[in-house]
């Protein structure tokens, strides 16, 4: 089956240009994040969807950044005015509705998105 | 906030010798999960631990959650070329996940 795709695979823009970032998680997965993943780093947290309702923004660096599932399923990120520290991996990833305390919440991530700002 | 650090960042080894990575985090986790990632590639699932001083198995894979429930280890017997990679710990909230520092494996052939 079809697993989480992101899109663009690679994103050059010159500073202070807007960028929007797709992802496509697995059909019927209600659970979305959003990493974003520095060279040599972890995958840093950034945001989490349940469903279209985003319960947790406290991971986006600034207001610079936005993210939107209006409808469950695709999601978008957005950076305006984008800065070179914005360079990273950005990273999509769905996961069945998380149950406490169960031996199964995989993360299924995306190919990610390379983002450099120049 | 949370934290997770993992030891070492980088690792070495001859293939055949065995390899193991430490996790802990600053607060008491619900759960543990662990990752690899392939150069270039994305992060992909191994396994999730629940229970205090859980262990499980996965071929020549071993994983294991501290008793109190903070720090964990994956150890690799007889590590093998296709084991390369980077092996990250992550503790999983209900809304948030957050990543350990992760460790680089490198075998020698």
């Known amino acids: 089956g079809a697993g989480v795709s992101q899109s663009p695979r690679y994103k050059v823009a010159k500073r202070g240009q807007d960028v929007a970032l797709r992802c496509d998680p697995i059909s019927g997965h209600v659970s979305l994040f959003w990493y974003q993943q520095a060279l040599g ?78 | 906030g949370q934290q997770v650090m993992q030891i070492p960042q980088y690792q070495h080894v001859q293939e055949g010798e065995d390899f193991t990575t430490y996790c802990n985090s600053s607060t008491t986790l619900s ?11 994305h992060p992909v699932f191994l396994i999730q631990l629940v ?19 903070k720090n964990s280890s994956l150890h690799i017997t007889a590590t093998q070329t296709t084991d390369v990679g980077t092996y990250f710990c ?20």
């Open chain 2, 90 to 109: 992550a503790g999983r909230g209900y809304q948030k996940v957050t990543f350990g520092t992760g460790t680089k494996l490198q075998v020698i052939p």
């Open chain 1, 41 to 118: 780093q972890g995958p840093e947290f950034l945001t989490y969807f349940q469903n279209e309702a985003q319960l947790d923004k406290s991971g986006l660096p600034s207001d610079r950044f936005f993210a939107e599932r209006p409808e469950g399923s695709v999601s978008t990120l957005k950076i305006q005015r984008t800065q070179q520290e914005d360079s990273a991996v950005y990273l999509c990833a769905s996961s069945p509705f998380f149950t406490s305390g169960s031996s199964y919440n995989e993360q299924f991530f995306g190919p990610g998105t390379r983002l450099t700002v120049l």
């Open chain 2, 51 to 69: 229970k205090s001083g859980e262990v499980k198995k996965q071929k020549r894979l071993t994983f294991q959650f501290g008793e109190a429930k």
């Open chain 2, 31 to 41: 759960n543990i999960q662990w990752y690899k990632q392939r150069p270039g590639g």
